[in-house]
């Protein structure tokens, strides 16, 4: 993503949606919500880069630490955690991926297509279709 977002610096916007597999990861909403708790203090990006670095074990406590490594203010991190508001935001994240039938992570999509070919070439080669149909 990192190189079409280099690549289509005006015409690419990505959009990122939670769609945490509980049935499979039983600490899959935790990671989701953590990473919507460290948003609302600007950090989304680096929790989200340090829970895939432990993906293998994202139990609470494990969850935490990298919350105060990456500096989050704890005191607001555990209250967004166990606020309403962030599961209802990751739910609803969810719920829109269902109604697309993402089936599990990752998956992609431009412009409401999904990406079957991920490779640079094949997401520039659907950007490049779709700015030719814009004109």
């Known amino acids: ?64 630490k990298k919350a105060e490594q990456i500096g989050l203010d704890m005191k607001k991190f555990d209250a967004d955690m166990a606020s309403a508001e962030t599961e209802k935001a990751v739910r609803a994240d969810l719920e829109l991926g269902k109604t697309v039938d993402v089936q599990g992570t990752p998956t992609m999509f431009i412009n409401g297509k999904r990406v079957m070919n991920r490779s640079l070439e094949g997401m520039k080669a659907i950007v490049d279709a779709e700015l030719k149909k814009k004109g």
């Open 1 to 64: 993503m990192d190189q079409v977002l280099a690549a289509y610096p005006k015409d690419v916007r990505f959009v990122y949606k939670q769609f945490p597999l509980e049935q499979i990861h039983q600490n899959a909403m935790n990671a989701a919500k953590a990473s919507v708790a460290a948003g609302n203090q600007g950090k989304f990006w680096e929790m989200h880069d340090e829970l895939f670095k432990i993906s293998r074990n994202l139990a609470m406590e494990e969850i935490r």
